[in-house]
């Protein structure tokens, strides 16, 4: 199995995060995004989109993160709890996979490319969907339980911890949220979790 990510990537990271969560053998082949090289023939073969996280099992080519979850968990996680045979949780998981999706993409993200990579989006807008989204949604939902689905962790719960962790390298605190550092905790104390890695780590700023 190969996954093509970077390490600079929350969406790669949620990918690479569940692998390990799994103990599932994978080579990691980075693409580098600065040089462009998702942009060549070759990534655009398996990716035409031009984005990462690609992975490739065999003859099976998945793009997209939270398609990458789905794919993980159906075909190495035979208990199912990761994403719930139960329709009523499969729907909820499905919900939380699109928050992350739109309004983690459009809030924390893409005010963190701003702030690392001097992106022309609109950085004010960007924090302010941060803020609502983790105010409204995440803070009061983990109030009074630990995970965004039932009782246990789920891919939804893998799907939005990348980019909230690293919300503050964009410019949004997590302080007033202590429901969700909480929970972000919760996630790194998982057997076999590794962290999405700063950006001070990953390109010394
Ligand atoms: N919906 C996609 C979004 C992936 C995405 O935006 N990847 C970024 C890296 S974080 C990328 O490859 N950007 C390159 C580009 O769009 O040019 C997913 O969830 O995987």
Redesign the pocket.
């Known amino acids: 199995m190969k996954l093509y990510e970077?390490p600079?990537?929350?969406?790669?990271h949620?990918a690479r995060a569940f692998l390990h969560l799994l103990g599932v053998p994978f080579e990691s082949v980075e693409?580098d995004?600065r040089g462009g090289e998702?942009?060549k023939p070759e990534f655009l073969a398996l990716n035409p989109?031009?984005?990462?996280?690609v992975l490739v099992d065999s003859d099976t080519v998945v793009?997209?993160?939270?398609?990458?979850l789905v794919y993980l968990a159906l075909t190495h996680d035979p208990q199912r709890t990761w994403l719930p045979r139960d329709p009523g949780l499969a729907a909820q998981v499905q919900s939380w996979l699109s928050v992350?999706?739109r309004e983690l993409?459009a809030g924390p993200?893409s005010a963190r490319l701003v702030k690392l990579f001097g992106a022309t989006i609109d950085h004010e807008r960007a924090v302010a969907t941060a803020d609502a989204v983790l105010g409204s949604l995440f803070e009061p939902h983990l109030a009074d339980q630990p995970w965004l689905v039932g009782t246990r962790p789920t891919i939804a719960d893998v799907a939005c911890y990348s980019y909230i962790r690293v919300a503050p390298e964009g410019g949004i605190s997590l302080e007033p949220y202590p429901n969700v550092r909480a929970w972000l905790e919760r996630l790194e104390a998982l057997p076999g979790f590794v962290p999405m890695p700063s950006a001070a780590e990953l390109l010394g700023t």
């Open positions: 970077s600079i990537s929350g969406h790669a949620r693409v995004l998702h942009r989109l031009g984005q990462i996280p793009r997209d993160s939270t398609a990458i992350s999706s993409w993200s």
